[in-house]
């Protein structure tokens, strides 16, 4: 592993416009599953309500989204308080040392915003907040949660009267961070991949845009990819060892 860590850490000290782009596997050291791979009931049914039909959802049935709080509510409260892990400062870090442009990321959890990166787009929503389905305010978390727990579900909102939905996204609507994240790949020259499978389609996009671009590609991630064979250094092992690895080995650069 030491040697392709060492390719890796030469790439990103050596790249002028790096973007990383992270999935579920960064944040379950801080205690947050990987939607894909936890088959609990739960999850089982957070899906079935994220990825209904847009419209169906934003028909406004109110029970639609009332169900959906209920079901996300358990699942919300260890993901606002949970703490990043040294992959998000890891990615701090190195935007701090001018080695990283952007973080793209498939989280909600806010975490690399809470190990200090401010250079974030988080392509899938996040949960920070709530949004009206009515006149599109967004809607502050701490307001959410006073709501949900006065057994007001669906929470309304405080300015209009609308139905408050989660920010996050169901079943894959563009964001301005999406389309943000494809500009930004389409002009970088090293895409640094951690924590993510991309297997999902608009996903690979992000990867492919850098490609077309000439951009290098470095995977870590502990299963394989479909972009594993376009990849100059590719490390299938647990993320935070090799992140860990990684940081020691940049420490002689900053
Ligand atoms: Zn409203």
Known sequence: MLERVGRCARLIYFSKNTLALTGAGVSTESGIPD?????????ERIHAYRFMPIDAYRDGVDDYIGMFWRYWFPLLMPMIHAQPNINHYFLARLAEASLLSTVVTQNADGLHGKAGSSNVLEIHGS??????????????MDYILDEIQAVRIPPVCAQCGGIVGPDIVFAFERTPDYDKALERAAKTDLLLVMGSSLLVDHVKEIV?????NGAHLVII???????????????????????RTLWETMERYW
């Open 221 to 243: 991630n502990n299963q394989p990819t479909p972009f594993d064979d376009a990849a100059d250094v590719v490390i299938h092992e647990q993320l935070s060892q090799v992140t």
């Open 208 to 212: 492919v845009g850098a490609l077309n």
């Open 127 to 140: 949960i920070s907040g709530g949004r009206c389905f009515s006149c599109k305010t967004t809607c502050p």
């Open 35 to 43: 939607f894909r791979s936890d088959k609990s009931l739960l999850w």
